[in-house]
T-cell receptor
């Protein structure tokens, strides 16, 4: 079983729609959680960190459920510019230190 | 320039040759990471390093060697390149705190023929 699993999509949604992505992780020792965005095979960039209490940044809301070991990302009022691949990232503390593990990514296409 | 840089950006090499991909960061971040990205697999961790002279294997370390003699550099060597190592390679760095953001280089597109 992969340490971090995501539905690869693609999710094709009309502009203005609300879309949600989920991600599950297998290691209960995971310390911290993030969503990254990646455009057209460019380098990934941090979208937002994910906290247990949930956090919001404009149109984006992230939630963490430690009991069920899943993370979610909600995008409201989708824009064409939101089209990208969204990567779920889990930081696991190992004997070697912090190990950042990525999911395979979920592709989002926002259409007119 | 401040940041994290990878070189070369593009590389074509022959099967069996040794290739070294360079990664340099100017922030003095403790952690550095090497990933490869292939269609259908996402980003897979090859090696990571918590500090100079400390490295550890990730998910797909076979066929790769790393070193970290200085905090700012984390080269990745393919000892004897194979076609299955054709991929896009990303280097990243982050500070030591567990909630910190990782910053990525622009990637190296490696083709093994």
């Amino acid at each position: 079983r992969k340490e971090v699993e995501q539905d690869p999509g693609p999710f094709n949604v009309p502009e203005g729609a609300t879309v949600a992505f989920n991600c599950t992780y297998s290691n209960s020792a995971s310390q911290s959680f993030f969503w990254y965005r990646q455009d057209c095979r460019k380098e990934p960039k941090l979208l937002m960190s994910v906290y247990s209490s949930g956090n919001e940044d404009g149109r984006f809301t992230a939630q963490l459920n430690r009991a069920s070991q899943y993370i979610s990302l909600l995008i409201r009022d989708s824009k064409l510019s939101d089209s990208a691949t969204y990567l779920c990232v889990v930081n696991i503390l190992t004997g070697g230190g912090n190990k950042l593990t990525f999911g395979t990514g979920t592709q989002l296409k926002v259409e007119l | 320039d401040a940041g994290i840089t990878q070189s070369p950006r593009y590389k074509i090499t022959e099967t069996g040759r040794q290739v070294t991909l360079m990664c340099h960061q100017t922030w003095s971040h403790s952690y550095m990471f090497w990933y490869r990205q292939d269609l259908g697999h996402g980003l897979r961790l090859i090696y990571y390093s918590a500090a100079a002279d400390i490295t550890d294997k990730g998910e797909v370390p076979d066929g790769y060697v790393v070193s970290r003699s200085k905090t700012e550099n984390f080269p990745l060597t393919l000892e004897s390149a194979t076609r299955s190592q054709t991929s896009v390679y990303f280097c990243a760095s982050s500070e030591i705190q567990v909630y910190t953001e990782a910053f990525f280089g622009q990637g190296t597109r490696l083709t093994v023929v």
